[in-house]
């Protein structure tokens, strides 16, 4: 369930991309669980490789979104 709230992401496509050659150079960020942003989905799926970790998608785009407690609102 996509809309389920409890915070463990969404998987990224790892298979997508072939993480022994590298991946490509465009911005297309994502935000990992770990709260790191990542430049796109691939050197998300790198980093998992090499730290043998299971980080995964919380959102895409950037990590910081206003929170609605702050006292000064974003337009």
């Known amino acids: 369930d ?6 463990t992401g969404t998987e990224a496509a790892c298979g997508n991309y072939n993480l022994k050659k590298g991946c490509v150079r465009i911005f ?7 709260n790191v942003l990542y430049n796109n989905e691939c050197l998300l799926c790198v980093q998992n490789l090499q730290r043998n970790t299971n980080v995964r998608i919380k ?4 990590c910081q979104e206003p929170s609605p ?3 000064f609102t974003e337009n």
């Open 2 to 7: 996509p809309d389920s709230a409890d915070g």
């Open 28 to 34: 297309d960020p994502v935000c990992g669980t770990d």
């Open 59 to 62: 959102k895409r785009g950037m």
């Open 69 to 71: 407690r702050s006292g």
